[in-house]
């Protein structure tokens, strides 16, 4: 069955760096499109990052722009998202999913990523 274990969140200060994993299994990793999503109290869900199924094509939303990176490695069937320069605002639960419509109601149990002094 499709499993994704998303790891590597915290606390952390402003400013500060994580970065996060998401293994990935029961599927052809390699051939699908991966997405991170954040969600944080009380706001829904939102894409974060996306990258395509070689990695050669990522898009990320404009307030992560030129401070998240996302990267994969196909042969350990996970994804990764690089968090640098973090701000309060970025505090949330973030989830790994796979960019499919037949594989869209598979979602991990998120990692928590706090921002605070």
């Known amino acids: 069955q499709v499993q994704l274990v998303e790891s590597g969140g915290g606390l952390v200060q402003p400013g500060g760096s994580l970065r996060l994993s998401c293994a990935a299994s029961?599927?052809?990793?390699?051939?699908?499109?991966m997405n991170w999503y954040r969600q944080a109290p009380g706001k829904e869900r939102e894409l974060v990052a996306g990258?395509?199924?070689?990695?050669?094509?990522?898009n990320y939303a404009d307030s992560v722009k030129g401070r998240f990176t996302i990267s994969r490695d196909n042969a350990k069937n996970t994804v990764y998202l690089q968090m640098n320069s973090l701000k309060s605002e970025d505090t949330a639960v973030y989830y790994c999913?796979?960019?499919?419509?037949?594989?869209?109601?598979?979602w991990g149990q998120g990692t928590q990523v706090t921002v605070s002094s």
């Open positions: 990258i395509s199924s070689a990695g050669r094509t990522t």
């Open positions: 029961g599927f052809a990793f390699s051939t699908y499109r």
């Open positions: 999913h796979v960019d499919s419509y037949m594989l869209r109601n598979y």
